[in-house]
């Protein structure tokens, strides 16, 4: 299979103009470039940064590269056409994204609050976005130019390519694609698609021909006859050489035939059953929107059809047209990866914001991406449907130039790199040891329920990153700020200690997310053995550093398949280890994660979804189990005792309230004490420091303390009229 690599594309004519300091914004700034027109236009409701980090600020240079005028309208009123008339039309598309975040979980809370911040906007600022935003970006979009052609990308429309529960609405939607009416959807991290999208647009090619571009959805009116159809019924059991009995088996999946002298691996295709002349037809979106069984099903085909090497197309029909969802994206190589990162990025916000700050700015402009993808397969996460479980790896001399230009280049670098990670801290550049186990792998995670004897996890490449990002003039520390994969770290004892020697700065954010069997396989995460096993050597390594420093566990209350037995038990856990969780999430239901398939049809997807004898899924719904279960996680805040009290006695541990030890909350006349007097802290704390010999001596007063928190010493003195001095007096 020949893959044509993104920098190997003949640039468009538009090359001539050369890089722009920043992409325009303005017709003002259109001008100084000399355009008369853009090429592509890219609306997206993020502030426009033009940094790595930023989808838009990818697409657009990565487009420019290829010889093409890009502008981007950021954040555009959305109340009519005027501000998408601004840059004037587009020669071949409008490209639209909503952003790093789905318009959705960017405005709502999981418990369907409206936030009043926005981390992408200047001054935290809310409301500068619309509720679903690629939708009504598309409208706007349609009303100024008709005629051009709309391309929906980002990670909102990568997650709603198919039907999908949406939980704001709490109903199944069609896939995006229809509701915006746009020609086509780019899915993933989608460079590849965009770049070949962009030529044929630009060589004549009608949008309406472009079908069979990898890493893209279109609306067909009829099943393409080139492709042999297979229902996706018969996935489950299409026959011994195509797939075992069981996709998720973990002792099976990645073995080889125990024929001595056999060669061939287990999972060779039948060619009636070829990858690239099949596809699997998904249940309707008529028939997902009333059949919550059948929707996990539907939820466990699509993961299934993942590997960008074997998985297949997938079709569904909506109404009389049907969606085709085009095979997952050939995933980019390191030259390529190189390519996208080291564009001429300016690496800050645009200069129309002023000196506005913007958080998410703030938190990653001296933070480096080294790789993409995650093959942790959690189910409440979707990068790996987004991104793919196969890691893209930059290689390191992109990553140490890239601290360079960081060092040399970004206003008010104090010689801290803030973080070097990506998805997953400590997956750079591990993968699949064995290439054909890889290119026909089912699985969805490569280390649940344990770790793939084929997967490689020498972390000797991560180890010399970290030493040579070190030793770079100017670098004064080097800190790991995203989720180390811990189960994976101690198989590389080498890898935790140089971590925790130069790489920690006082905590360490890792995320067992429970601490019960139940709701951990449910998450595809290991048990509290191995984040046992990582805590010892965490604390070994620092205390071998002369360092204090903690790790900070994060946990996820309501997660389908957590019982309220299953919460107390974990609140009990984080008493027991003396953990206030002071930041809890509730369960959120993200569009197209497993997880969300438990929450909507409380069936379990990742085994054999069938209707008599389906695995049912516990799953709390309702405002008062959700709120118990993040009360749970917060057993410490008093304003949650009148709920735990309640919950307690109902579930009959009422032994559970007092002060005893092993008790989680205390009476209820504690209610009234202050947070200071229950720890007897500060002045309530006074008479703790006197000794028996004090107490005995001649003219010892305690301080008694009136119902106000006064002592009587300062009423003596306010009664006997002398005025209250200063301080340094006293």
Not at 187 to 211: I, M, W, Y
Not at 405 to 417: C, E, H, L, N, S
Not at 518 to 537: A, E, V
Request: aromatic letters at 8%; proline letters at 7%; charged letters at 25%.
């Amino acid at each position: 299979m020949t893959i044509k690599k993104i920098n190997e594309y003949k640039k468009y004519w538009a090359e001539c103009f050369g890089p722009a300091p920043f992409l325009p914004t303005s017709r003002k700034e259109m001008d100084k470039l000399g355009w008369d027109s853009c090429d592509v236009i890219i609306v997206t409701g993020d502030a426009y940064v033009d940094h790595p980090s930023f989808g838009m600020a990818i697409i657009g240079r990565l487009l420019e590269a290829q010889g093409f005028r890009v502008g981007i309208l950021s954040q555009p009123r959305w109340d009519n056409k005027n501000d998408f008339m601004s840059l004037g039309k587009p020669n071949l598309f409008f490209g639209i994204t909503a952003g790093n975040m789905d318009s959705m979980i960017n405005r709502y809370t999981s418990d369907r609050k409206l936030r009043h911040d926005d981390a992408y906007t200047p001054g935290n600022e809310g409301g500068k976005r619309p509720d679903r935003a690629t939708l009504v970006y598309s409208q706007r979009c349609k009303e100024a130019f008709k005629d051009v052609p709309i391309v929906l990308g980002g990670i909102e429309a990568s997650l709603r390519r198919v039907a999908h529960y949406d939980y704001w609405s709490d109903k199944i939607r069609r896939s995006i694609l229809f509701d915006a009416k746009a020609d086509i959807l780019l899915f993933g991290n989608a460079e590849r698609a965009l770049v070949d999208v962009a030529h044929q647009l630009a060589n004549g090619t009608p949008v309406s021909d472009l079908r069979y571009i990898r890493g893209t959805a279109v609306n067909l009116p009829t099943v393409p006859e080139e492709y042999r159809i297979i229902d996706s019924s018969r996935i489950e059991k299409p026959g011994k050489p195509f797939v075992p009995l069981n996709p998720y088996d973990v002792d099976t999946q990645c073995e080889t035939s125990k024929k001595e002298n056999s060669v061939q691996p287990i999972t060779v295709r039948p060619s009636k059953h070829d990858a690239e002349t099949t596809a699997v037809r998904l249940p309707s979106f008529e028939k997902l929107r009333n059949d919550r069984v059948l929707y996990a099903h539907a939820s466990r085909v699509l993961h299934l059809e993942t590997n960008p090497y074997s998985g297949r197309a997938l079709i569904q029909a909506h109404g009389n047209r049907e969606l085709w969802v085009n095979r997952a994206p050939i995933p980019l190589t390191t030259e390529e990866m190189d390519y996208v990162f080291d564009l001429p990025y300016a690496r800050v916000p645009h200069p129309k914001y002023g000196k506005a700050k913007i958080p998410a700015y703030d938190m990653i402009k001296t933070s480096v991406n080294i790789m993409r993808g995650c093959f942790g397969g959690c189910s409440f996460c979707s990068i790996t449907e987004h991104e793919g479980r196969i890691i893209q790896n930059r290689s390191k001399e992109s990553i140490l130039g890239e601290i360079k230009q960081i060092r040399d280049t970004v206003p008010g670098f104090t010689g801290t790199i803030s973080d070097l990670g990506g998805p997953t801290a400590n997956m750079y550049r591990l993968g699949c040891s064995d290439p054909k186990a890889e290119a026909n792998c089912r699985r969805p995670s490569c280390v649940f329920p344990g770790i793939c004897h084929k997967l490689n996890t020498n972390h000797k490449h991560l180890i010399d990153l970290y030493r040579d990002a070190r030793k770079i003039n100017g670098v004064k520390k080097i800190l790991i700020a995203s989720g180390v994969r811990y189960d994976l770290a101690i198989e590389s004892p080498e890898y935790v200690k140089e971590l925790v020697t130069h790489h920690v700065g006082g905590y360490l954010k890792i995320a067992p997310e429970h601490t019960e069997k139940g709701p951990l396989d449910l998450m595809m995460k290991p048990g509290m053995g191995t984040y046992d096993r990582f805590k010892s050597m965490f604390e070994k390594y620092s205390a071998e550093a002369g360092k204090k420093q903690y790790l900070i566990p994060y946990f996820i209350s309501a997660h389908p398949g957590t019982e309220d037995e299953d919460m107390l038990n974990l609140a009990l856990w984080l008493k027991r280890n003396n953990f206030e969780c002071d930041q809890v999430q509730n369960f959120y239901p993200s569009p197209m994660c497993n997880a969300t398939a438990m929450y909507h049809s409380e069936t379990n997807p990742l085994k054999r979804v069938k209707y008599k004898k389906r695995e049912a899924v516990p799953v709390a719904k309702g405002d008062r189990q959700r709120r118990l279960h993040k009360a749970l996680l917060r057993y410490h805040d008093p304003a949650n005792w009148p709920l735990l009290r309640s919950a307690l006695k109902e579930m009959g541990k009422a032994y559970l309230i007092g002060d005893k030890p092993g008790c989680l909350i205390p009476e209820e006349n504690h209610d009234k004490q202050t947070p200071s007097q229950r720890r007897k802290s500060g002045r309530h704390g006074s008479n703790r420091f006197a000794t028996k010999h004090t107490k005995s001596q001649p003219g010892f007063k305690p301080l008694n303390h009136n119902a106000k928190g006064k002592t009587n010493e300062s009423r003596h003195k306010r009664k006997s009229g002398k005025p209250r001095q200063p301080a340094r007096q006293r």
